[in-house]
C-alpha cells in the first residue's frame, strides 16, 4: 500500500513569508507526528496528532507554527514570517495508534528560507 | 530536560569489521526504536525494544535494552556496505504516555570496501 507522501519535497521561501506543508499518513492510521530535521541531527519532535486533535504540541518552537489535521487524515503545518533559521528538513511520520508503535516516515519536505 | 545520546558520532569501518553504537537516556524509556537514515532518506524503523534486558536479532544486526530500560545498543557484525547510514534510537519517555519520540542524535556509519 501506499506510504507517508509529503508535498512539496522542496519549497524556497523568502524570509517573512509564509509556508504551508502537507502530509498525507497512512491510511487507518490514527497519530500523525511532525518533526524537523538539521544536518547531522536526529528528528526533532514538533506535534503529536491523534485523530483530529493535536495531543502534544510542546515541541512546537513558538507561536508561528501552528499545524492542524481537520477530518483525521491529511495535515497541514503551517509557518508564519518564516527566518532562516527555521530551514531544515520537515519530516512527518505516522503510526497505527501512538508512540508506542512504529513510526513511518515520509520522505520529507526541505526548506530553505532566503 | 529528558534526553537521548547516542555514541559514537561517526564510526568509520572497513567491511567485514563489527560495528556498536550505544544509546543512554536520561530517564526510563517506555519501549526502545531504532532506525536506519540512508544519505538523503529518511528514517526506516528496524525494531522495537520493550521488555528490560531484551535482546533481539535481525540476520548480522543484534539490538539490547538494558535491564533499567535507559539505555540500548545495536551491534553489526561483519558490516557490509549495503550497512552505510545512520542509525538512530528513539523512545518514548514514561512521563509522556506515548505521545512522542525522542530520538538520540544518531550514529554514522561509514564503511570502506
Known amino acids: 500500500g501506499a506510504g507517508v507522501s509529503q508535498t512539496p519535497s522542496n519549497k524556497v521561501t523568502e524570509k517573512g513569508k509564509y509556508v504551508e506543508l502537507r502530509c498525507d499518513p497512512i491510511s487507518g492510521h490514527t497519530a500523525l507526528y511532525w518533526y524537523r530535521q538539521s544536518l547531522g541531527q536526529g528528528p526533532e519532535f514538533l506535534i503529536y496528532f491523534q485523530g483530529t486533535g493535536a495531543a502534544d504540541d510542546s515541541g512546537l518552537p513558538n507561536d508561528r507554527f501552528f499545524a492542524v489535521r481537520p477530518e483525521g487524515s491529511v495535515s497541514t503545518l503551517k509557518i508564519q514570517r518564516t527566518e532562516r533559521g527555521d530551514s531544515a528538513v520537515y519530516l512527518c511520520a505516522s503510526s497505527i495508534h501512538s508512540a508506542y508503535n512504529e513510526q513511518f516516515f515520509g520522505p520529507g519536505t526541505r526548506l530553505t528560507v532566503l | 530536560g529528558q534526553q537521548v545520546m547516542q555514541i559514537p558520532q561517526y564510526q568509520h569501518v572497513q567491511e567485514g569489521e563489527d560495528f556498536t553504537t550505544y544509546c543512554n537516556s536520561s530517564?526510563?524509556?517506555?519501549?526502545i526504536q531504532w532506525y536506519k537514515q540512508r544519505p538523503g532518506g529518511h528514517p526506516v524503523f528496524l525494531i522495537q525494544l520493550v521488555k528490560s534486558g531484551e535482546v533481539k536479532k535481525q540476520k548480522r544486526l543484534t539490538f539490547q535494552f538494558g535491564e533499567a530500560k535507559k539505555n540500548s545498543s545495536l551491534h553489526i557484525t561483519a558490516t557490509q556496505t549495503t550497512d552505510v547510514g545512520t542509525y538512530f534510537c528513539?523512545?518514548?519517555?514514561?512521563?509522556?504516555?506515548?505521545?512522542?519520540?525522542?530520538f538520540g542524535e544518531g550514529t554514522q556509519l561509514t564503511v570502506n570496501p
Open positions: 530517564t526510563t524509556l517506555s519501549n
Open positions: 528513539a523512545g518514548p519517555f514514561w512521563e509522556t504516555s506515548g505521545s512522542r519520540l525522542t
